[in-house]
Nanobody, 122 residues
């Protein structure tokens, strides 16, 4: 079993930055992919970013590419999402996610964090 705890959300002005963190515990050795999704009221869940176990490969949704950066620190069992140049349309609940397979991560991950609210004001 894997548990994910995400944090770091808050209120920030447009153009500002936030860094989200996701700490994994439990059977983390089975996880091959981790990432972030977000969901705003009235909108579908949206893929944000993903990273593999070694951190050598990263993937981003089109709406955040060139503004967000995903990274990981395996010694701390932690994945980060650095969010720069934030826009009001980035406002959403951000969820950390993990799975043993890449294909599962992008569709229906087995493990989820509780979510952290990001609000970008204009």
């Amino acid at each position: 079993q894997v548990q994910l705890v995400d944090s770091g959300g808050g209120l920030v002005q447009a153009g500002g930055s936030l860094r989200l963190s996701c700490v994994a515990s439990g059977r983390t050795f089975s996880i091959r992919a981790m990432g972030w999704f977000r969901q705003a009221p009235g909108k579908e869940r949206e893929f944000v970013a993903a990273i593999n176990w070694s951190g050598s490969n990263t993937y981003y949704g089109n709406s955040v590419k060139d503004r967000f950066t995903i990274s990981r620190d395996n010694a701390k069992n932690t994945v980060y999402l650095q969010m720069n140049s934030l826009k009001p349309e980035d406002t959403a609940v951000y969820y950390c996610a993990a799975d043993i397979l890449w294909v599962k991560l992008r569709s229906s991950p087995n493990y989820w964090g509780q979510g952290t609210q990001v609000t970008v004001s204009s």
